[in-house]
């Protein structure tokens, strides 16, 4: 059976093809890069995002820049500074840097994904009894990775088993990733879901009605700090407070052997216009400042387990790092 969501990002015909995520859910349009440059326009502005899909396109882009004969020392490094939080860009960048044939390495690491996706959804699965509430934050789905999807994964899985979740949509301000993506993917996968205000997480928890909270990570430090977006913080301490299990899902790529804690993680500051605007409208004043930091650190005494294709720990220790 076809799966009901293509590929989030492949190489085709010595391009980038990719879902333009800008224009989801209104239109799932495809758009083609065949430059290093128009890549890292397209990561910059979030045309393509989500750490695992970071990952295939930093690999992609250094495959572009050997077929194209630009400087592929110059394309790593330009790829790296588009999104500094998320580790797998950097991380698909380097892997296919070191390779003897860039391109082929590249469909390798996209061909991977896929595979440790499926893998991590089947391990996680295993932690949602029948039936579970699930809540989830942002877009950990089919469209952050080449396909099946991390957080979204382990829900997908579920589904899959029969285990029948149903899932509350965190919209993700400000550039509501959970109401433009996440709810686009689960209609399209046939997932019970209710879209909700950010806001309203908490209310939902002290009522009883959330039985797991399952997120994505762009970055899990070496002591187990997890790098997400930003609101994930405030449900995991909400988690803690309501006795409700917090699950971390994430392939082992976007594990950091190099950063130690949470605290050196360097964390993305974004356009004003992202919070000060809304569809295009201004909401703010005109002359506001604004802080728009795309992500949250969560330190690892906060998070239930983690899931990787690997398996389900609960201790950072025991995190294949």
């Given amino acids: 059976m076809s799966d009901p969501i293509p590929p989030t990002i492949e190489w085709q015909d010595g391009s980038v093809r990719l879902i333009d995520q800008r224009r989801l ?6 758009l083609e890069c065949r430059s290093v440059g128009e890549l890292c326009e397209a990561i910059r502005t979030m045309a393509v995002r989500g750490a695992p899909a970071l990952g295939a396109a930093g690999a992609m882009g250094v495959a572009l820049a050997s077929v194209t004969g630009e400087p592929v020392e110059d394309a790593a490094r330009r790829l790296k500074a588009t999104r500094p939080t998320a580790i797998n860009l950097a991380w698909g960048v380097d892997r296919t840097l070191a390779a003897s044939d860039p391109v082929a390495e590249a469909q390798r690491i ?3 994904d896929v595979a ?3 893998q991590l959804g089947a391990h996680g699965a295993e932690l ?7 809540l989830t934050h942002c877009n950990a789905g089919s469209l952050a990775c080449v396909g099946y999807g991390t957080a979204l994964g382990v829900i997908r899985a579920a589904h ?16 509501l990733q959970g109401a433009r993506l996440t709810a686009w993917e689960l209609s399209r996968l046939g997932i019970p879901f209710r879209l909700v205000a950010d806001a309203m997480a908490a209310g939902l928890m002290a009522a009883g009605e959330v039985d797991a909270i399952v997120v994505g990570a762009d970055r899990i430090a070496a002591n ?3 790098a ?3 609101g994930t913080y405030g449900l995991a301490v909400l988690a803690q407070h309501h006795n409700i299990p917090f699950y971390v899902a994430a392939p082992v790529s976007t594990l950091d052997r190099e950063t130690p804690t949470g605290d050196d993680i360097p964390v993305e500051r974004r356009a004003a216009d992202e919070l000060a605007e809304l569809a295009g409208r201004r909401i703010a004043p005109a002359g506001t400042e604004v802080e728009n930091r795309a992500f949250d650190v ?6 239930t387990a983690y899931v990787t294709e690997e398996g389900v720990v609960s201790r950072p220790g025991d995190l294949p790092i």
């Fill in 128 to 134: 949602l009894p029948h039936g579970s509430r699930v």
């Fill in 110 to 112: 996209a061909a991977e």
């Fill in 228 to 230: 997400n977006k930003v």
């Fill in 25 to 30: 859910p209104d239109e799932l349009a495809i």
């Fill in 298 to 303: 969560t330190p690892a005494e906060l998070v």
């Fill in 160 to 175: 899959e088993q029969g285990r029948g979740p149903s899932v509350w949509v965190d919209e993700t301000r400000p550039v």
């Fill in 224 to 226: 187990g700090d997890v």
């Fill in 116 to 118: 440790c996706n499926r």
